[in-house]
């Protein structure tokens, strides 16, 4: 075990003062002791990192801070009173405002009316005054430096922005202390970096954050002290200038984990199996071109918006592209749906398992066999329900997706078990070609490392990935190749020998392009 | 080791616990009735029982897949009049054979449903104002049709779907069985008709794993809309005439008794055997308060809380499952 002593030294922080105390919280709900007697200090102006695996606790630990959980026992000190709320509307009024992980806007409501939610400016008669609301939203959005229409309806906006918008919303009632769980998971680079400025700025004007995370690369880069949880338990409490990444890791796993990404088995055979040429769809992405080899897994860079997601989904069948070609093995392959892509041996796994990844109301089973039914029939149509049974247990244990029986609901799953059920839905159709859309989005690490393991094994077989993701750290560690796609057109190519960050970050950002796709319009 | 396989498959089906304790509901209940009333248990009031369920029970089979799509038809009342009409109008003005005018009934039907199909799946017009309209529309195409009157005077040789008997049973009753039934087998064991539990359980994932959403929901509403023209024929050949206003009200009746089985409105959930308990809970329950001279008005009222009774178990055991 680690011989540190936590260290408290205060030279680091920008004031002493303490903001939030937790005494000895804890909280079970039936056959879980999901906080065990946890006490953390908050002071003013710092950003606190909390980690650890899924189930750890610490969304438990920060409900309970924000009043959307009540503490078996244990004290609450805010601002040198012991308090108690009754709701997140309490400690919101007290100033302790959190976002948590699911969204909650109004996605058929303005981004104006989203952010003064039952604060809007009123006239007289009790009525809204609209152009104050926008004027209010136009200055406070300003003061972010974020380029947003406050009349535009949130169900127009991204991923990213509306995860922003939602960040904002909480800062937008001016809180002490700021709880954010998981706030960049749909963040491009760019958007990471604008919110961890702005969240500076807020240090520097008093503001204190309690700041959750899966990514340990940004603790280093916005958190000034990071508490350790692993099952429900206070493991740590470091200075985060004198602890690396390795050392994280293991106290959240309790035990080493040499290498997260593994290493490749071997080369990629060098023989291309699969292209795909000047694929095209208007407003989305230009002119895409590129082979993968068998062996390889090939990765996507590039912001949110670039058009990788939707150069993937067109490629599956299910969104439409206007023109372009796929060979699969040398002779042109016409995909027009999902079930012809499927047949073909290309899948597509997306970025967005819990909306149309995965059936949450369904048992495990039902999941893992959805793409394979036909195979899964017998000629008259009836599914042969033994070798349904087979099928899925062989897939559990393959992926060891960590569950008493393949009856369960997935809803009921953890999220890196649900991302693995993921995995296990589609590897059991046998697929030759794998578009995988954010592998590890909201993934702890210890699945991810398996997730990680079981993309090695799939390439080892002679079959090639490509990889879409915003975690760039992730896509150094794991890819082969690095295409960079800018604003629907790719911008550059990086191979494995030439990684760097920040490389792919300027072709991303389009600041430079290759010389090979300059000639292209 | 996994447990699950080991299960037995009768207790796995999705809805299991409701089947369950409306099997069990039922026998208490009789039990008790036939203590009650001499009449209750006789096979003339069983039939009786039977006979006035079957139209219900017909075109639940068909409302259940479409709800477990995560569709919902409230046209049934009208395709099931329209279907009447048609065929009686074919054999009374065009003479036609009763084969062919029962054919052309249940084309009329499969008609309906394929508009409404159409416009759900592929205009992503939704369910409720779909049927809604299409509810209203049929309903007055029907009195244009028939002139606003009924179309009297059927012959022998298509109301003995109606009336006729094979060993003692009138024919409606083994109609509504063998449709339970095979439609109960189709939804635990065919690949094509478990697709409509995918879909109604995420729509998205249903197209991203493969699933032809759009086809399988237009046959769903074809599917319902047919049976809604069977239990049609059913009625009419009873009666001997088609009666523009016949079947108004059903939709409601339909759905309830699909909802007492298990069925949800947000789709992915519920069972043919499921639904026809409901639709045979809801016909002894009517019968029981008849025989103990209880009026008829009351029926309304126990039936609209057995509805809400069972939507509120169902809420109960969800949230003490997700504990």
């Not at chain 1, 036909?374 to 899925?392: Q, V």
């Not at chain 1, 990680?452 to 090639?464: C, F, H, M, S, T």
């Not at chain 2, 109606?162 to 060993?167: A, D, H, P, T």
């Not at chain 2, 083994?174 to 087998?185: A, E, K, N, S």
Request: proline letters at 3%; hydrophobic letters at 45%.
């Amino acid at each position: 075990m680690n011989t540190r002593i936590p260290c408290l030294k205060k030279d680091w922080q920008t004031s002493v003062n303490e903001v939030l105390r937790a005494e000895q919280l804890s909280k079970s709900f039936p056959g879980v002791q999901a906080v065990d007697e946890v006490s953390l200090t908050l002071y003013e102006g710092e950003v606190l990192a909390l980690v650890g695996e899924n189930g750890a606790g610490k969304s438990t630990l920060t409900q309970i801070l924000g009043g959307a959980q009540r503490q078996d026992s244990g004290r609450i000190i805010f601002s040198g009173q012991p308090v108690s709320f009754n709701s997140p509307e309490d400690a919101m009024q007290a100033g302790i405002s959190m976002v948590f992980q699911e969204l909650s806007l109004v996605t058929s409501l303005s981004v104006a009316e989203n952010i003064f939610a039952n604060r809007q400016p009123v006239g007289t008669l009790n009525n809204i005054r609209w152009n104050d609301l926008y004027q209010e939203t136009d200055q406070f959005l300003g003061r972010f430096e974020l380029e947003l229409d406050p009349r535009k309806l949130v169900k127009n906006l991204s991923m990213g922005q509306q995860q922003i918008l939602e960040v904002l919303k909480a800062i937008s009632t001016n809180p002490k202390v700021l709880i954010l769980d998981e706030p960049t998971s749909s963040l491009t680079e760019g958007e990471i970096s604008s919110l961890f400025q702005n969240m500076r700025r807020l240090q520097g004007e008093g503001m204190s954050f309690i700041y959750i995370t899966h990514k340990l690369s940004e603790i280093f880069q916005i958190a000034s002290r990071v508490v350790v949880m692993r099952d429900g338990k206070y493991i740590g409490d470091r200075v985060v200038s004198e602890v690396t990444e390795s050392e994280l890791v293991s106290m959240m796993v309790g035990r080493q984990i040499a290498n997260l990404y593994g290493t490749a088995s071997g080369e990629p055979s060098a023989t291309e199996y699969f292209r795909v040429e000047n694929l095209s769809r208007k407003g989305a992405f230009q002119d895409v071109s590129f082979g993968l080899q068998r062996g390889e897994i090939l990765g996507f860079a590039g912001l949110v918006g670039a058009g990788r997601t939707e150069m993937g989904r067109a490629i599956f069948g299910i969104d439409r592209k206007d023109s372009g070609r796929i060979f699969l093995n040398g002779a042109e392959v016409k995909i027009a749906s999902p079930e012809e892509a499927i047949e073909k041996g290309i899948v597509y796994l997306t970025e967005d398992r819990k909306a149309e990844g995965l059936f949450l109301d369904m048992p495990i089973r039902e999941n893992v066999i959805a793409p394979s039914l036909r195979d899964l029939s017998s000629r008259l149509d009836f599914l042969n329900k033994k070798e349904i049974d087979r099928f899925a247990t062989n897939l559990v244990t393959k992926l060891s997706i960590n569950t008493p029986s393949i009856l369960k609901k997935v809803l009921t799953l953890s999220g890196g078990n649900q991302q693995k059920t993921l995995v296990a839905m589609w590897m059991g159709t046998e697929p030759k070609v794998i578009v995988f859309d954010e592998p590890t989005r909201g993934v702890d690490v210890g699945a991810r490392a398996e997730i990680y393991q079981k993309l090695r094994e799939i390439v080892a077989d002679g079959n090639g990935i490509i990889m879409i993701s915003s975690d760039l750290t992730e896509l150094v560690g794991m890819c082969d190749r690095i295409l960079v796609m800018h604003q629907g057109r790719i911008q550059g190519v990086v191979n494995r020998t030439d990684f760097s960050e920040e490389l792919i970050l300027s072709y991303a950002a389009g600041l430079n392009r290759m010389e090979e796709y300059q000639s292209l319009p | 080791m996994l447990k699950g396989a080991l299960i037995p498959r009768t207790i796995q089906a999705f809805a299991a616990f409701r089947e369950f304790a409306l099997i069990a509901v039922l026998i208490v209940f009789s039990t008790i009735m036939g203590i009650i009333s001499p009449v209750f248990m006789t096979w003339a009031n069983v039939e009786a029982i039977l006979l006035g369920l079957s139209v219900e029970a017909t075109i639940a089979v068909g409302m259940v897949v479409l709800l477990i799509s995560g569709g919902l038809d409230l046209s049934v009342g009208s395709t099931l009049a329209l279907t009447g009409v048609v065929t009686g109008l074919a054999l009374t003005s065009l003479h036609l054979s009763t084969p062919a005018s029962i054919l052309i009934g249940l084309l009329a039907a499969l008609g309906v449903g394929l508009a409404n199909g159409l416009l759900v799946a592929k205009l992503k017009i939704n369910p409720f104002i779909t049927t809604l309209g299409m509810l209203i529309t049929v309903r007055g195409l029907l009195l244009v049709l028939a002139e606003g009157r009924a179309v009297l005077n059927l012959p022998k040789e298509f109301t003995v779907v109606g009336q006729g008997r094979l060993f003692g049973v009138q024919y409606p009753i083994y109609i509504m069985l063998f449709l339970v039934i095979i439609g109960d087998f189709l939804m635990r064991n065919s690949r094509f008709f478990r697709q409509s539990y995918y879909i109604g359980g995420n729509e998205r994932a249903a197209r991203l794993s493969g699933i032809n959403v759009d086809f399988v929901k237009i046959f769903n509403y074809c599917l319902v809309a047919v049976l809604a023209g069977v239990a049609g024929l059913m009625i009419t050949a009873r009666f001997g005439s088609s009666s523009v206003t016949v079947g108004s009200g059903i939709e409601l009746r339909v759905i309830t008794a699909t909802i007492i089985g298990g069925a949800s409105l947000s789709g992915g959930e519920g069972s043919v055997f499921g639904a026809f308990l409901g639709a045979l809970f809801m016909g002894v329950l009517a019968n029981a308060l008849n025989l103990l001279g209880v009026d008829v008005y009351w029926q309304n009222l126990v039936t609209g809380l057995i509805l809400i009774i069972a939507v509120v178990v169902d809420v109960i055991n969800e949230r003490r499952k997700s504990q």
